[in-house]
């Protein structure tokens, strides 16, 4: 399979608790989005990367919020003291792009419960 | 402000058409997509369009009025497997998506 891939797909978790979720991107993807998407709404941006360099992170994300890219292949997105309102899907979305108009190719989530 | 709207629900016939509307107020703009979205899945893309005028793929097709800041989606001998939110995102002039809540769309037989 050469899509994006996401890891874990669920996480169950206690507030206060750290997690890290990772991503994968198609191989030749230049581009790697972080999105979150809470239920009934379009998906947030949260951070993007080309190749390794972290270009642009939302204002929204707190410094709880971290995303690392080495080597400008697979991502990791960690937050830390998780809080109730953290609880949504995390998607990972990739894309190559020479002029900023490329198709988004997304990954199937991981889903956050923060109990 | 950027603002993506769209309906919330909608319903339809399966075998029937349907429209899904979405207008836009963004800084600048650099093409449009569209995005299907299964209960639970990622998001799929269905279209992109950057010029005025109707894309058509297959079953689907998707509209764009620049200058209204207007474009909509079309699903033709619509299918239950059709039941789905459907996403709106435009790219502003800073490049970035701005996405709308999507609509959903509910197929009954």
């Known amino acids: 399979d050469t899509g994006v891939s996401q890891n874990p797909r669920h996480k169950i978790t206690k507030r206060g608790q750290n997690v890290t979720f990772r991503c994968d991107p198609i191989s030749e993807h230049n581009r790697l989005y972080w999105y979150r998407q809470t239920l009934g709404q379009g998906p947030e941006f949260l951070t993007y990367f080309q190749n390794e360099a972290q270009l642009e992170k939302s204002r929204l994300l707190s410094d709880r919020f971290s995303a690392e890219r080495p080597k400008g292949s697979f991502s990791t997105l960690e937050i830390q003291r998780t809080e109730q309102g953290d609880s949504a899907m995390y998607l990972c979305a990739s894309s190559f792009q020479r002029d900023f108009t490329g198709e988004l190719f997304f990954g199937e989530g991981s889903r956050l419960t923060v109990l | 402000g950027q603002n993506i709207d769209q309906p919330t629900e909608m319903t339809a016939t399966e075998g029937a058409i349907v429209q899904i509307n979405c207008t836009y107020q963004?800084?600048?703009?650099?093409?449009l997509f569209w995005y299907q979205q299964h209960a639970g899945e990622a998001p799929t893309f269905l279209s992109y369009n950057v010029l005025d005028g109707l894309e058509e793929k297959g079953r689907f097709s998707s509209f764009l009025s620049r200058s209204k800041g207007y474009s909509y989606l079309l699903l033709k001998e619509l299918q239950m497997k059709d039941s789905a939110s459907y996403l709106c995102a435009v790219i502003d002039s800073n490049y970035q998506l701005i996405w709308g809540a999507g609509t959903k769309l509910i197929i009954k037989p």
């Open positions: 963004t800084s600048g703009f650099n093409g």
